[in-house]
Nanobody, 132 residues
Framework: QVQLVESGGGSVQAGGSLRLSCTAS????????????MGWFRQTPGKEREGVAV????????YYADSVKGRFTVSQDNAKNTVYLQMSALKPEDTAMYYC?????????????????????WGQGTQVTVSS
């Protein structure tokens, strides 16, 4: 079973920065495998979980939601089996529970890098609160 553990959430004022981390248990998932990818999603009460950023091991490709482009950066440290989300210029509307997700490229249907349906493994979430 893949285990993902997020950390780094907290409260910050608008314009501030936070860095989220997500570490996968080495025995269950390795960020260094070429077919693996990890992403960040967020969710607020009453709303659907939305994709924020994704990092693909193969080629290091990244994808971002339009709402965070230019402000958030996703990166990966394979030695630590960890993916990061550096968030800058935070806005109150970035307030949400942030979830780490992971999976590997498989055959069959593909729903896109920012789709919930592209991920089978999820962390428990870490809260980010941005005050104005």
């Amino acid at each position: 079973q893949v285990q993902l553990v997020e950390s780094g959430g907290g409260s910050v004022q608008a314009g501030g920065s936070l860095r989220l981390s997500c570490t996968a248990s080495p025995s269950s998932y390795s960020t260094s495998y070429s077919t693996n990818y990890m992403g960040w999603f967020r969710q607020t009460p009453g709303k659907e979980r939305e994709g924020v950023a994704v990092h693909f091991r193969s080629g290091g490709a990244t994808y971002y939601a339009d709402s965070v482009k230019g402000r958030f950066t996703v990166s990966q440290d394979n030695a630590k089996n960890t993916v990061y989300l550096q968030m800058s210029a935070l806005k109150p509307e970035d307030t949400a529970m942030y979830y780490c997700a992971a999976d590997q490229i498989r055959g069959g249907s593909w729903y896109g890098p920012l789709s919930l349906r592209s991920y089978n493994y999820w962390g428990q979430g870490t809260q980010v609160t941005v005050s104005s």
